[in-house]
């Protein structure tokens, strides 16, 4: 019996171990899914197709990554706010195409839609140190633009793309006027272990200190770490039905970031899930992220197409 019980033991710890092993060596492919089962890599549509004026842009990430985006652009033109959008970790940007077409119906702006490197039509793998640098490169492009308002680019991220947003705020202070995080995770580990519930045991959590996994993971894409040094509003959108990212994180991002932050906002959606918040919250959804950019990312004054917007908020207030 005790042999029984020493190798059920050994056994289990065995699993343990090859779990976590597996986990280390492949965890990009857990966090990053660029290609959907049974899809291929390439856009299966582009903004053309749902009549939308767009531009092809390809940028450069700071360690020469060739980049692919599209910056589309609300009809008629006009000076209204520029969001600089970022997914979530699976497929890519062109099934986000209907999102944003409703967005600049109903927020009358433009929208730049960013492929993470590895992702559609961009070159490279995707790693969290790889796509700070290409959200970087997406604002710096933003900011050299003469066709919009370089005052009023405001950040919306959902999912994975909270965190990355949330980085490229902190990080930003003067470039982005706004963040918008719709179901957000606190952090990769804390995802982890709700996925895979052995972990937790490997995971450092608060005064207990960190553990194994902690010195590992090379996407820890820790918001819950980041959100509190975030300066500029912040607009919380959560959907209570979420069954991949558990409500309660956002709430928990949103806890830490009013303890040095007062310009935040939280708003939750009582039947929204992961993807379809801004479906199923219908005109309330909207409506708080138009109040949101009404208070915080205000037009300040008129300009036609032609206009050369001025970065400097002196300037622009004059």
């Known amino acids: 019996m005790v042999s029984f019980l020493k190798a059920l033991v050994y056994g289990a710890g065995g699993v343990v171990v090859v779990g976590m092993v597996a986990l280390v060596a492949f965890q990009e492919r857990l966090v990053y899914v660029p290609v959907l089962p049974g899809l291929a890599r390439a856009y299966p549509i582009t903004p053309a197709r749902l009549h939308l004026d767009y531009e092809d842009v390809t940028l450069h990430a700071a360690d020469g990554v060739r980049l692919h985006a599209w910056f589309v652009k609300h009809l008629p033109s006009k000076p209204g706010p520029t969001i600089l959008f970022f997914q979530e970790n699976a497929g890519n940007i062109a099934h986000r195409l209907e999102f944003v077409r409703i967005m600049m119906q109903r927020l009358q702006c433009n929208v730049f839609m960013l492929s993470y490197r590895g992702y559609g039509e961009s070159d490279g793998y995707p790693s969290q140190h790889g796509i700070i640098m290409d959200a970087q490169a997406a604002l710096d492009h933003l900011t050299q633009r003469t066709d919009i308002d370089t005052s009023r680019i405001v950040v919306f991220g959902r999912s994975l793309g909270g965190a990355v947003g949330a980085m490229l705020a902190r990080n930003n202070p003067d470039k982005v006027s706004a963040l918008v995080l719709e179901n957000t995770f606190t952090s990769i580990l804390d995802m982890a272990a709700i996925m895979f519930p052995f972990l937790k045991w490997f995971i450092g959590n608060g005064s207990k200190g ?41 709430q928990m991002l949103y806890t830490k970031a009013i303890e040095n932050n007062s310009d935040c906002r939280f708003v939750d959606f009582p039947n929204g899930m992961h993807m379809d918040t801004w479906f199923s919250g219908g005109d309330r959804y909207w409506r708080a992220i138009q109040l949101f950019l009404d208070h915080y990312a205000p037009e300040i004054r008129d300009c036609n197409l032609n206009c050369k917007f001025d970065n400097d908020k002196d300037d622009a207030a004059g």
């Open 210 to 250: 960190p553990k194994l996994l902690n010195y590992v993971v090379r996407s820890p894409w820790s918001t819950i770490d980041i959100i509190g040094k975030v300066g500029q509003p912040i607009l919380f959108l959560s959907g209570l039905q979420d069954e991949l990212v558990p409500p309660a994180h956002m």
